[in-house]
């Protein structure tokens, strides 16, 4: 048969497919004089392009689930995440921190809580079950013992077993429960029919590992389960056959009980009923498992870390990993400090819908990245930076052309700033593009004509009462200074390079405001118009550097002193640790309609 060159291989659609079927069977003397339109040929035909496109989709979607980057069924993408040494992380129980003060009949000198003692919290109508992690001893004088703080963990321990056949190659250790928290798991090998219980360690490397190392794996199996895997007596002990293997781990809800902040004993302990528990710090910290785009995103960057924080990415990305909770890391050396400190590696955190990182959390970072560093660089754990942004925005729109009415276009313009935030900013060292937020805006409705909108980082200080301090402050980045000098007395409209929201000092109601010459100085109301009171400071208008001297607040409202700049540029960038984002509480859109 002489070569086909009638078959488009280019458009593999089902017409495409059948139209090349008939020119070529229209070149063969055979076919030449049918027709393809009303001839039982037609049937044929169709039933051969099905036949084809079929095969060509399925072959498609085979080739698609071979690479991580096109994958789209979770089985494929964990299983090509194995390759990479990576495991997706497991869903993690939300913990508190409580205290347990017990009454006793006077008649023991220690009340022993053993491992899995459980306790019951509410959110709304749902009930949450959470446990120690580990047998407690707590001691007491007469008949009341009052225990140190107390970790508690959602979720419930449960027992998968397995028979160890070494004769069948196949055999896996698949966990039974897709819930599981990976960082529970315990593994015993009960070996010589219970004459000998072995406790296994989880692994994360084979570095150091003998042939006798009692170690076992955790990867990633099909259905969002897991399995374990044992040394096969080269890297890792392995287990005698028909030894029993006992996996015991937590169960849990993951996010849902985050904010439960009252429990309850679920039963006696020791035989004591009478159990008081006090809350130290709510629950939190808990999350479902990592999903598909996370772990497409993060296993290539953690294949580049190999366990180990050597740069910055390594250090963020083994944290992102290992701690759900957190929604973004910032990491520099000491050499880009200022002053420069040698040897230390700044980390700043952000939890997600926390302000702040609290110390106990620092301790737990501190200790899980210590042993990953380099021996001659210490982490140093910091709080982060938050640069705001103040908006106001004044949007035309044409009423000839919506349903909507003023307080609905509004809305959705709110709700459109919120997606832009959590796109482009919310983030360490990002950039608010003036023009892509103009652009976001006037693209909300299609009536929407214009927007004339306004935008100044803020500062917030949040001063001590009654003390006399100095403050620094930094936008870094330039400002703009092209106002009129300030005045003694001046209107209160004059539009300035730094202001602030009010504050008391000295018994006066007081505001900032530059005076164009690079001085800060505190103005008070008089009625219509504003009089300086004193020079307080000083803006460095190059830098964006205020320094706030000797300055007594003894009032404010709200949550913090707002500082507001007006920057040289419309686009507004956060460096090292300082995190952009915009509130809700700063935004103020003005809706004005039109007819056209």
Same mark, same amino acid.
């Given at each position: 048969?002489?070569?086909?060159?009638?078959?488009?291989?280019?458009?593999?659609?089902?017409?495409?497919?059948?139209?090349?079927?008939?020119?070529?069977?229209?070149?063969?003397?055979?076919?030449?004089?049918?027709?393809?339109?009303?001839?039982?040929?037609?049937?044929?035909?169709?039933?051969?392009?099905?036949?084809?496109?079929?095969?060509?989709?399925?072959?498609?979607?085979?080739?698609?689930?071979?690479?991580?980057?096109?994958?789209?069924?979770?089985?494929?993408?964990?299983?090509?995440?194995?390759?990479?040494?990576?495991?997706?992380?497991?869903?993690?129980?939300?913990?508190?921190?409580?205290?347990?003060?017990?009454?006793?009949?006077?008649?023991?000198?220690?009340?022993?809580? #053993?491992?899995?003692?459980?306790?019951?919290?509410?959110?709304?109508?749902?009930?949450?079950?959470?446990?120690?992690?580990?047998?407690?001893?707590?001691?007491?004088?007469?008949?009341?013992?009052?225990?140190?703080?107390?970790?508690?963990?959602?979720?419930?321990?449960?027992?998968?077993?397995?028979?160890?056949?070494?004769?069948?190659?196949?055999?896996?250790?698949?966990?039974?429960?897709?819930?599981?928290?990976?960082?529970?798991?315990?593994?015993?090998?009960?070996?010589?029919?219970?004459?000998?219980?072995?406790?296994?360690?989880?692994?994360?490397?084979?570095?150091?590992?003998?042939?006798?190392?009692?170690?076992?794996?955790?990867?990633?199996?099909?259905?969002?389960?897991?399995?374990?895997?044992?040394?096969?007596?080269?890297?890792?002990?392995? #287990?005698?056959?028909?030894?029993?293997?006992?996996?015991?781990?937590?169960?849990?809800?993951?996010?849902?009980?985050?904010?439960?902040?009252k429990f309850t004993s679920d039963g006696a302990i020791q035989t004591f009923s009478n159990v008081a528990v006090t809350t130290v710090s709510a629950a939190a910290q808990g999350a479902i498992h990592e999903s598909i785009e996370s772990v497409k995103f993060n296993a290539p960057r953690y294949f580049t870390t190999q366990e180990r924080a050597i740069?910055?990415?390594?250090?963020?990305?083994?944290?992102?990993?290992?701690?759900?909770?957190?929604?973004?890391?910032?990491?520099?050396?000491?050499?880009?400090?200022?002053?420069?400190?040698?040897?230390?590696?700044?980390?700043?955190?952000?939890?997600?819908?926390?302000?702040?990182?609290?110390?106990?959390?620092?301790?737990?970072?501190?200790?899980?990245?210590?042993?990953?560093?380099?021996?001659?660089?210490?982490?140093?754990?910091?709080? #982060?930076?938050?640069?705001?942004?103040?908006?106001?925005?004044?949007?035309?729109?044409?009423?000839?052309?919506?349903?909507?009415?003023?307080?609905?276009?509004?809305?959705?313009?709110?709700?459109?700033?919120?997606?832009?935030?959590?796109?482009?900013?919310?983030?360490?060292?990002?950039?608010?593009?003036?023009?892509?937020?103009?652009?976001?805006?006037?693209?909300?409705?299609?009536?929407?004509?214009?927007?004339?909108?306004?935008?100044?980082?803020?500062?917030?200080?949040?001063?001590?009462?009654?003390?006399?301090?100095?403050?620094?402050?930094?936008?870094?980045?330039?400002?703009?200074?092209?106002?009129?000098?300030?005045?003694?007395?001046?209107?209160?409209?004059?539009?300035?390079?730094?202001?602030?929201?009010?504050?008391?000092?000295?018994?006066?109601?007081?505001?900032?405001?530059?005076?164009?010459?690079?001085?800060?100085?505190?103005?008070?109301?008089?009625?219509?118009?504003?009089?300086?009171?004193?020079?307080?400071?000083?803006?460095?208008?190059?830098?964006?550097?205020?320094?706030?001297?000797?300055?007594?607040?003894?009032?404010?409202?709200?949550?913090?002193?707002?500082?507001?700049?007006?920057?040289?540029?419309?686009?507004?960038?956060?460096?090292?640790?300082?995190?952009?984002?915009?509130?809700?509480?700063?935004?103020?859109?003005?809706?004005?309609?039109?007819?056209?």
């Amino acid at each position: 048969m002489a070569a086909n060159t009638s078959i488009n291989l280019v458009n593999l659609d089902f017409t495409s497919l059948k139209e090349s079927l008939k020119t070529y069977l229209k070149t063969q003397n055979t076919f030449k004089d049918y027709d393809f339109e009303g001839s039982n040929i037609n049937v044929l035909l169709d039933v051969l392009s099905y036949n084809t496109y079929m095969n060509t989709f399925y072959l498609n979607m085979i080739g698609n689930e071979m690479f991580l980057d096109s994958a789209q069924l979770r089985e494929s993408v964990i299983s090509r995440a194995k390759e990479l040494n990576y495991t997706p992380r497991s869903f993690k129980s939300a913990r508190a921190t409580v205290t347990l003060t017990i009454q006793t009949d006077g008649s023991v000198a220690s009340v022993t809580m #053993p491992k899995g003692t459980t306790f019951n919290a509410r959110i709304g109508s749902n009930t949450f079950t959470f446990s120690t992690d580990e047998n407690k001893v707590i001691s007491g004088a007469n008949s009341t013992f009052i225990s140190d703080e107390i970790v508690i963990y959602e979720g419930q321990y449960v027992n998968d077993t397995f028979t160890v056949n070494n004769s069948d190659t196949s055999q896996r250790f698949i966990l039974s429960n897709p819930t599981i928290d990976t960082a529970s798991l315990t593994v015993a090998v009960i070996e010589d029919n219970g004459a000998e219980i072995l406790s296994y360690l989880k692994a994360t490397s084979l570095f150091d590992k003998q042939s006798n190392s009692q170690i076992f794996f955790v990867q990633g199996a099909e259905n969002d389960k897991y399995e374990i895997l044992f040394g096969d007596g080269v890297l890792g002990r392995k #287990p005698k056959d028909n030894s029993i293997v006992v996996c015991e781990y937590r169960i849990c809800k993951g996010e849902l009980p985050n904010g439960a902040f009252k429990f309850t004993s679920d039963g006696a302990i020791q035989t004591f009923s009478n159990v008081a528990v006090t809350t130290v710090s709510a629950a939190a910290q808990g999350a479902i498992h990592e999903s598909i785009e996370s772990v497409k995103f993060n296993a290539p960057r953690y294949f580049t870390t190999q366990e180990r924080a050597i740069t910055a990415e390594d250090y963020r990305n083994l944290l992102l990993l290992n701690f759900p909770e957190i929604n973004a890391v910032s990491v520099y050396g000491g050499e880009e400090a200022i002053p420069p400190v040698f040897g230390k590696v700044f980390i700043a955190i952000d939890l997600k819908n926390v302000d702040g990182v609290p110390n106990i959390r620092k301790q737990q970072y501190y200790n899980f990245i210590k042993p990953r560093s380099s021996l001659s660089i210490d982490p140093v754990f910091i709080d #982060p930076d938050f640069m705001y942004v103040d908006m106001v925005s004044t949007v035309r729109y044409n009423l000839n052309t919506t349903a909507l009415n003023s307080e609905s276009l509004k809305q959705l313009i709110l709700t459109a700033i919120q997606d832009y935030n959590g796109a482009f900013l919310d983030d360490f060292n990002t950039t608010l593009r003036y023009s892509n937020l103009i652009k976001t805006i006037d693209s909300v409705d299609r009536s929407i004509l214009s927007n004339d909108t306004i935008i100044r980082p803020i500062r917030v200080v949040l001063p001590e009462i009654g003390i006399e301090k100095n403050y620094d402050i930094d936008f870094a980045q330039e400002l703009e200074n092209n106002f009129a000098d300030l005045k003694k007395t001046h209107p209160s409209s004059y539009i300035s390079t730094i202001e602030s929201t009010n504050f008391v000092v000295q018994n006066k109601l007081v505001s900032l405001k530059d005076d164009g010459k690079g001085n800060i100085t505190t103005i008070t109301l008089d009625g219509t118009n504003n009089v300086v009171v004193n020079i307080v400071g000083t803006v460095d208008y190059e830098t964006g550097k205020i320094q706030l001297q000797k300055l007594n607040i003894t009032q404010y409202i709200g949550s913090g002193i707002k500082i507001f700049a007006r920057t040289k540029r419309k686009d507004i960038s956060s460096l090292l640790r300082t995190i952009l984002t915009i509130k809700d509480e700063d935004v103020h859109i003005n809706i004005v309609s039109e007819r056209e």
